[in-house]
């Protein structure tokens, strides 16, 4: 079944603790994403990435940190989390741009 | 100024009702446009996808877009209960690369 797979589903840590979201894909898409959901905000991209070894930002950045070493897996690293980072996130890929996003089924990320 | 409007509802209606759910947007140059659902304690499911302005129908949705206006709308014939989720448009200047979302539309069809 083509998937995008995100682990944990839920994670609650405590401020400070590094932590990693991972994402893996199925598809051979080229391209990659990583959303937040927060409410009344919709959803806001925080890095993508368009191939291994290319990723860029997106408009809510600041605090996060990935990485595309292979084409199915885009980490996400929150190397000193704090309470704002609380949130729903979301791995996403597609094929070149085109077809919209396939998203995954989301961590739910509380930090204490 | 949000680059994508979109009035979160809640919207109930009752079964085999033709439902109209709408965004706005500002920015021009956005040619790709997007419906997702999204069901509760899930991940956005693409519905409709369409490139620049026109019609596209898919089954009992169709998805139209006007960019004279910067508005689009998703319309769902014949509701069914399975259809209550939340709605979320999204629109892109080059494709998938950034997606700008409105902040999704509740809606809920009573049997």
């Known amino acids: 079944e083509a998937q995008v797979t995100q682990n944990p589903r839920y994670l609650i840590t405590v401020t400070g603790k590094k932590l990693t979201v991972t994402c893996s894909q199925n598809m051979n898409h080229e391209y990659m994403s990583w959303y937040r959901q927060d409410p009344g905000l919709g959803l806001r991209q925080i890095y993508y990435s368009m191939n291994v070894e290319v990723t860029d930002k997106g408009d809510v950045p600041e605090g996060y940190k990935v990485s595309r070493k292979e084409k199915r897996n885009f980490p996400l690293i929150l190397e000193s989390p704090s309470p704002n980072q609380t949130s729903l996130y979301f791995c996403a890929s597609s094929e070149a741009g085109r077809r919209g996003y396939t998203f995954g089924s989301g961590t739910r990320l509380t930090v204490v | 100024q949000k680059e994508v409007e979109q009035d979160p509802g809640p919207l109930s209606v009752p079964e085999g009702a033709i439902v109209s759910l709408n965004c706005t947007y500002s920015n021009s140059a956005f040619q790709y446009f997007m419906w997702y659902r999204q069901y509760s304690r899930k991940g956005p499911e693409l519905l409709m996808y369409?490139?620049?302005?026109g019609n596209k129908e898919d089954g009992r949705f169709t998805a139209q877009v006007d960019k004279s206006s910067k508005y689009i709308s998703l319309f769902i014939r014949d509701s069914q209960p399975s259809d209550s989720a939340t709605y979320l448009c999204a629109m892109s200047e080059t494709g998938a690369n950034n997606l700008f979302f409105g902040t999704g539309t509740r809606l809920t069809v009573i049997p």
């Open positions: 369409t490139y620049s302005s």
